[in-house]
């Protein structure tokens, strides 16, 4: 691959990934640098694995074929989404705070967060992520980073029911009567309520 070839579609690509991955990265490796007391609860590390795998499937295919690419409409509307995306999900580290992890353990003196995104839906860094993830497979235009998005989506959905089901089982009745009240990841739904309500 000649680096002079690349187009900017490529190089922006890879800048705001890049900047996303470090800065995620940093995150976590600060919150573990932290002392912790032993988590109450832990769900499995699988799927998390697994996710992973695709995630940087999806981010090396759509990279490459960014590579071997000119820009397009395409590629704009992709890197919309990606952008939303990752700021859905800065703002729900932010409003998380002292209780997040990406091995979504519960701690003891956790306390279920209702506020702020987590007011208008239960799962921003999972739709986060989906948001992401489908921004790689428009940039792309590629079937199998298509099908890469569907099999991450069906892997986050799958782990945001077990999520819920950690926190009714710690949470009890709040937890029931929080995802009752606030859609999973309907970000549209959740707004709407929250219109509603005020």
């Known amino acids: 691959m000649n680096l002079e070839k690349l187009g900017s579609s490529f ?3 890879l800048i705001v990934t ?3 991955h470090v800065g995620f990265l940093s995150y976590e490796l600060h919150r573990r640098r932290k002392a912790r007391p032993q ?3 832990v769900l499995g590390v699988t799927h998390i694995a697994i996710f992973r795998a695709l995630y940087l499937a999806v981010w090396i295919g759509t990279g490459y074929a960014l590579a071997n690419q000119p820009s397009s409409a395409w590629f704009a509307w992709g890197m919309s989404l990606l952008v939303v995306g990752l700021i859905i999900r800065l703002v729900g580290l932010r409003t998380l705070g002292r209780f997040y992890s990406s091995y979504n353990v519960i701690q003891p003196n956790h306390q ?3 506020r702020g ?3 208008v839906v239960r799962h921003p860094l999972l739709f986060g992520l989906i948001l992401e993830l489908l921004g790689m497979a428009m940039m792309s235009k ?3 980073l298509w099908i890469g998005w569907v099999t991450s989506t069906i892997v986050l959905l799958w782990w945001q029911r077990r999520e819920d089901a950690l926190l009714r089982t710690v949470f009890g009745r709040v937890a029931e009567k929080y995802q009752v009240e606030v859609p999973a990841m309907n970000l549209v739904s959740g707004l709407w309520r929250k219109l509603r309500s005020n």
């Open 39 to 41: 988590p109450v609860a």
């Open 142 to 144: 590629q079937t199998w």
């Open 18 to 20: 890049s900047l996303r």
């Open 112 to 114: 279920l967060v209702r």
């Open 11 to 13: 190089w922006i690509f």
């Open 117 to 119: 995104i987590y007011s």
